[in-house]
Protein backbone atom coordinates (compact mmCIF):
# COMPACT_ATOMS: atom_id res chain seq x y z
CA UNK A 1 0.00 0.00 0.00
CA UNK A 2 1.23 3.52 -0.72
CA UNK A 3 2.03 6.23 1.94
CA UNK A 4 -1.17 8.28 1.33
CA UNK A 5 -4.01 10.70 2.52
CA UNK A 6 -6.59 7.52 2.89
CA UNK A 7 -5.67 4.48 3.84
CA UNK A 8 -8.26 1.30 3.02
CA UNK A 9 -9.72 -0.15 6.40
CA UNK A 10 -8.66 -3.07 7.75
CA UNK A 11 -9.45 -6.17 9.89
CA UNK A 12 -9.24 -4.64 13.40
CA UNK A 13 -9.70 -6.54 17.20
CA UNK A 14 -12.66 -4.72 19.52
CA UNK A 15 -12.43 -1.33 19.89
CA UNK A 16 -14.09 -0.78 23.24
CA UNK A 17 -16.44 2.31 24.17
CA UNK A 18 -18.25 3.06 27.51
CA UNK A 19 -20.06 1.36 28.27
CA UNK A 20 -20.06 -1.44 26.30
CA UNK A 21 -17.37 -2.61 23.96
CA UNK A 22 -17.48 -1.62 20.41
CA UNK A 23 -17.29 -4.42 17.38
CA UNK A 24 -14.55 -4.21 15.74
CA UNK A 25 -15.08 -2.05 12.71
CA UNK A 26 -13.76 -4.12 10.11
CA UNK A 27 -13.39 -8.03 9.49
CA UNK A 28 -11.01 -8.91 7.24
CA UNK A 29 -11.73 -8.11 3.51
CA UNK A 30 -10.51 -11.81 1.59
CA UNK A 31 -13.31 -13.56 4.49
CA UNK A 32 -17.10 -13.31 4.11
CA UNK A 33 -19.19 -10.43 4.67
CA UNK A 34 -17.86 -7.82 6.60
CA UNK A 35 -20.69 -7.78 9.31
CA UNK A 36 -19.21 -5.06 11.02
CA UNK A 37 -18.92 -2.40 8.61
CA UNK A 38 -21.87 -3.19 6.73
CA UNK A 39 -23.57 -3.42 10.21
CA UNK A 40 -22.38 -1.89 13.25
CA UNK A 41 -19.79 1.00 12.14
CA UNK A 42 -22.43 2.71 9.78
CA UNK A 43 -24.94 2.04 12.85
CA UNK A 44 -23.16 3.77 15.21
CA UNK A 45 -22.28 6.62 12.70
CA UNK A 46 -26.05 6.73 11.74
CA UNK A 47 -26.52 7.15 15.62
CA UNK A 48 -23.79 9.51 16.45
CA UNK A 49 -25.29 12.07 14.50
CA UNK A 50 -28.98 11.29 15.38
CA UNK A 51 -28.65 11.66 19.25
CA UNK A 52 -27.86 15.17 18.78
CA UNK A 53 -30.85 15.48 16.55
CA UNK A 54 -29.20 15.31 13.34
CA UNK A 55 -31.45 13.46 10.56
CA UNK A 56 -29.15 12.18 7.79
CA UNK A 57 -32.08 11.37 5.84
CA UNK A 58 -32.40 13.31 2.34
CA UNK A 59 -28.74 15.55 3.10
CA UNK A 60 -25.69 15.31 0.93
CA UNK A 61 -23.11 13.17 2.74
CA UNK A 62 -19.52 12.21 2.57
CA UNK A 63 -17.17 9.56 3.31
CA UNK A 64 -13.47 10.65 3.96
CA UNK A 65 -11.36 7.45 3.23
CA UNK A 66 -14.49 4.93 2.21
CA UNK A 67 -11.92 2.03 2.01
CA UNK A 68 -13.72 -0.79 0.63
CA UNK A 69 -17.35 0.60 0.20
CA UNK A 70 -19.07 -1.73 2.40
CA UNK A 71 -19.35 0.49 5.56
CA UNK A 72 -20.52 3.47 2.81
CA UNK A 73 -23.17 1.14 1.66
CA UNK A 74 -24.64 0.25 5.26
CA UNK A 75 -24.86 3.71 6.43
CA UNK A 76 -27.00 4.53 2.84
CA UNK A 77 -29.51 1.90 3.50
CA UNK A 78 -29.61 2.82 7.15
CA UNK A 79 -29.74 6.70 6.58
CA UNK A 80 -31.23 6.88 3.10
CA UNK A 81 -29.98 10.54 2.00
CA UNK A 82 -30.14 11.99 -1.19
CA UNK A 83 -26.38 11.58 -2.14
CA UNK A 84 -23.52 9.73 -0.27
CA UNK A 85 -20.11 10.06 -2.13
CA UNK A 86 -16.97 7.62 -0.55
CA UNK A 87 -13.47 9.19 -1.36
CA UNK A 88 -10.16 7.36 -1.46
CA UNK A 89 -7.21 7.83 -3.31
CA UNK A 90 -7.51 4.12 -4.53
CA UNK A 91 -10.68 3.40 -6.54
CA UNK A 92 -13.80 0.83 -4.84
CA UNK A 93 -13.59 -2.59 -6.56
CA UNK A 94 -17.04 -1.97 -7.46
CA UNK A 95 -17.18 -5.86 -8.75
CA UNK A 96 -16.25 -6.86 -5.70
CA UNK A 97 -18.56 -4.62 -3.70
CA UNK A 98 -21.01 -5.95 -5.58
CA UNK A 99 -20.80 -9.62 -4.93
CA UNK A 100 -20.54 -9.08 -1.07
CA UNK A 101 -23.82 -7.02 -1.36
CA UNK A 102 -25.06 -10.45 -3.35
CA UNK A 103 -23.96 -12.79 -0.41
CA UNK A 104 -26.02 -11.04 2.07
CA UNK A 105 -28.97 -10.68 -0.30
CA UNK A 106 -28.57 -7.05 -1.23
CA UNK A 107 -29.24 -5.90 -3.97
CA UNK A 108 -26.17 -5.88 -6.49
CA UNK A 109 -27.34 -2.68 -8.89
CA UNK A 110 -25.98 0.06 -6.38
CA UNK A 111 -28.29 2.76 -4.99
CA UNK A 112 -28.54 5.29 -7.60
CA UNK A 113 -27.68 7.54 -4.43
CA UNK A 114 -24.08 6.02 -4.12
CA UNK A 115 -20.82 7.08 -5.35
CA UNK A 116 -17.23 6.75 -5.07
CA UNK A 117 -14.57 9.03 -6.29
CA UNK A 118 -10.81 8.75 -5.90
CA UNK A 119 -9.15 12.03 -4.38
CA UNK A 120 -5.84 13.41 -4.16
CA UNK A 121 -3.77 13.68 -0.85
CA UNK A 122 -5.33 16.91 0.09
CA UNK A 123 -8.41 17.59 -1.84
CA UNK A 124 -11.78 16.63 -2.66
CA UNK A 125 -12.68 16.90 -6.49
CA UNK A 126 -15.54 18.68 -5.56
CA UNK A 127 -17.24 22.37 -5.52
CA UNK A 128 -17.22 24.31 -2.02
CA UNK A 129 -20.21 24.20 -0.41
CA UNK A 130 -21.22 20.46 -1.33
CA UNK A 131 -21.99 17.95 1.67
CA UNK A 132 -24.65 19.15 4.68
CA UNK A 133 -22.62 16.46 6.39
CA UNK A 134 -19.36 14.82 6.79
CA UNK A 135 -18.23 11.43 8.33
CA UNK A 136 -14.53 9.69 8.61
CA UNK A 137 -13.90 6.16 9.91
CA UNK A 138 -10.81 4.85 11.16
CA UNK A 139 -8.94 6.87 8.12
CA UNK A 140 -7.40 9.67 10.34
CA UNK A 141 -4.44 7.73 11.83
CA UNK A 142 -3.27 7.33 8.06
CA UNK A 143 -3.62 11.05 7.13
CA UNK A 144 -0.08 12.65 6.18
CA UNK A 145 -1.72 15.94 6.10
CA UNK A 146 -4.38 16.36 8.96
CA UNK A 147 -4.60 20.44 8.40
CA UNK A 148 -4.65 20.33 4.54
CA UNK A 149 -7.13 17.77 4.92
CA UNK A 150 -9.53 19.41 7.80
CA UNK A 151 -9.23 22.36 5.62
CA UNK A 152 -10.70 21.34 2.44
CA UNK A 153 -13.12 18.96 4.18
CA UNK A 154 -14.38 22.41 5.67
CA UNK A 155 -14.33 24.20 1.94
CA UNK A 156 -16.76 21.56 0.91
CA UNK A 157 -19.20 21.27 4.02
CA UNK A 158 -21.75 23.64 3.96
CA UNK A 159 -22.42 26.18 6.19
CA UNK A 160 -24.32 24.52 9.44
CA UNK A 161 -23.31 21.10 8.19
CA UNK A 162 -20.96 18.70 10.84
CA UNK A 163 -18.30 16.68 10.64
CA UNK A 164 -18.12 13.34 12.41
CA UNK A 165 -14.85 11.39 13.19
CA UNK A 166 -13.89 8.01 14.14
CA UNK A 167 -10.44 7.19 14.66
CA UNK A 168 -8.88 4.21 15.97
CA UNK A 169 -6.28 2.98 17.10
CA UNK A 170 -3.96 5.61 17.95
CA UNK A 171 -0.62 4.93 17.39
CA UNK A 172 0.39 4.95 20.97
CA UNK A 173 -2.35 3.07 22.09
CA UNK A 174 -2.51 -0.81 23.09
CA UNK A 175 -3.25 -1.91 19.12
CA UNK A 176 -1.85 1.21 17.75
CA UNK A 177 0.57 -1.05 15.23
CA UNK A 178 -2.34 -2.55 13.62
CA UNK A 179 -0.46 -5.56 13.52
CA UNK A 180 -2.41 -7.45 16.47
CA UNK A 181 -2.12 -11.08 14.49
CA UNK A 182 1.29 -10.94 15.79
CA UNK A 183 1.33 -8.59 18.51
CA UNK A 184 -2.16 -9.71 20.37
CA UNK A 185 -0.60 -8.61 23.72
CA UNK A 186 -0.36 -4.69 22.29
CA UNK A 187 1.86 -1.95 22.53
CA UNK A 188 4.32 -4.11 20.16
CA UNK A 189 5.05 -0.51 18.67
CA UNK A 190 6.65 0.90 21.30
CA UNK A 191 8.51 -2.09 22.96
CA UNK A 192 10.39 -3.04 19.57
CA UNK A 193 11.91 -0.82 17.07
CA UNK A 194 10.56 -0.73 13.60
CA UNK A 195 13.01 -3.21 12.12
CA UNK A 196 12.36 -6.15 14.56
CA UNK A 197 8.46 -5.24 14.52
CA UNK A 198 8.77 -6.34 10.80
CA UNK A 199 11.56 -9.11 11.32
CA UNK A 200 8.57 -10.44 12.73
CA UNK A 201 5.68 -9.72 10.71
CA UNK A 202 7.84 -11.23 8.05
CA UNK A 203 8.64 -14.52 9.84
CA UNK A 204 4.93 -15.54 10.49
CA UNK A 205 2.91 -14.02 7.12
CA UNK A 206 -0.81 -13.94 7.94
CA UNK A 207 -3.19 -14.57 4.94
CA UNK A 208 -0.23 -14.86 2.32
CA UNK A 209 2.46 -12.24 1.79
CA UNK A 210 0.06 -9.80 -0.40
CA UNK A 211 -1.73 -9.45 3.09
CA UNK A 212 1.04 -9.23 5.16
CA UNK A 213 2.89 -6.94 2.95
CA UNK A 214 -0.26 -4.77 2.79
CA UNK A 215 -0.36 -4.97 6.50
CA UNK A 216 3.59 -3.77 6.94
CA UNK A 217 3.01 -0.80 4.37
CA UNK A 218 -0.15 0.91 6.70
CA UNK A 219 2.44 0.15 9.74
CA UNK A 220 5.08 2.05 8.18
CA UNK A 221 2.67 4.81 6.74
CA UNK A 222 0.79 5.50 10.21
CA UNK A 223 1.49 9.17 11.21
CA UNK A 224 1.07 8.73 15.14
CA UNK A 225 -1.46 11.39 15.35
CA UNK A 226 -2.72 12.09 19.36
CA UNK A 227 -5.74 13.29 20.62
CA UNK A 228 -4.36 16.72 21.29
CA UNK A 229 -2.59 16.68 17.70
CA UNK A 230 -6.22 16.26 15.81
CA UNK A 231 -7.82 18.88 18.35
CA UNK A 232 -5.32 21.32 16.98
CA UNK A 233 -5.83 20.30 13.88
CA UNK A 234 -9.50 20.83 13.61
CA UNK A 235 -8.92 24.24 15.11
CA UNK A 236 -6.36 25.18 12.56
CA UNK A 237 -8.84 23.93 9.77
CA UNK A 238 -11.53 26.43 11.51
CA UNK A 239 -13.38 23.66 13.29
CA UNK A 240 -14.28 23.13 17.19
CA UNK A 241 -15.79 20.01 18.69
CA UNK A 242 -19.08 19.95 20.11
CA UNK A 243 -19.12 16.15 21.09
CA UNK A 244 -16.70 13.67 21.88
CA UNK A 245 -17.06 10.22 22.94
CA UNK A 246 -13.53 8.83 24.62
CA UNK A 247 -13.02 4.90 23.41
CA UNK A 248 -10.42 3.05 25.62
CA UNK A 249 -10.34 -0.69 27.01
CA UNK A 250 -8.84 -2.74 29.97
CA UNK A 251 -5.09 -3.15 29.82
CA UNK A 252 -2.16 -4.26 31.69
CA UNK A 253 0.66 -1.59 30.98
CA UNK A 254 4.20 -2.78 30.49
CA UNK A 255 7.38 -1.50 32.65
CA UNK A 256 9.56 -0.57 30.24
CA UNK A 257 6.02 2.34 29.27
CA UNK A 258 5.05 3.07 32.77
CA UNK A 259 7.24 6.51 32.05
CA UNK A 260 4.41 7.24 29.24
CA UNK A 261 1.73 9.36 30.02
CA UNK A 262 -1.24 7.33 30.89
CA UNK A 263 -3.00 9.78 28.25
CA UNK A 264 -1.35 8.60 24.96
CA UNK A 265 -1.67 4.31 26.15
CA UNK A 266 -5.13 4.46 27.70
CA UNK A 267 -6.79 6.35 24.76
CA UNK A 268 -7.05 3.71 22.60
CA UNK A 269 -9.50 6.06 19.78
CA UNK A 270 -12.25 8.77 19.49
CA UNK A 271 -15.42 9.29 18.22
CA UNK A 272 -16.60 13.38 17.22
CA UNK A 273 -18.31 15.59 16.21
CA UNK A 274 -17.10 19.27 15.18
CA UNK A 275 -18.82 22.17 13.43
CA UNK A 276 -17.20 25.43 11.37
CA UNK A 277 -16.32 28.02 13.51
Known amino acids: MKPSLLSRRRSRPAAPAAPAPLLPPNP?????????????????VVSFFGEEGIDLAGTRLADIGCGDGVM?????????????????IAPVDMATLAAR???RGVATDLPDGLRFETCGPDHLPVPDDTFDHIFSWSAFEHVLQPVAVLKDVRRVL????????QLWPFYHSKHGSHLWDWFPEGFGQLLHDPFEVERRVLAE?????????????????????TLDDLHRALLHAGFEVVKLELLS?????????????LSLLAVSGVKLLAVPR
Request: proline share 13%; aromatic share 8%; glycine share 12%.
Open 158 to 165: RPGGTLMI
Open 28 to 44: PVHGPWPEDSFGDAAAQ
Open 205 to 225: PEKGPGWTNELLGAFRELNRI
Open 249 to 261: ECMHIPPELAHLP
Open 72 to 88: DLGVFQRARPSLLVGFD
Open 101 to 103: AAH
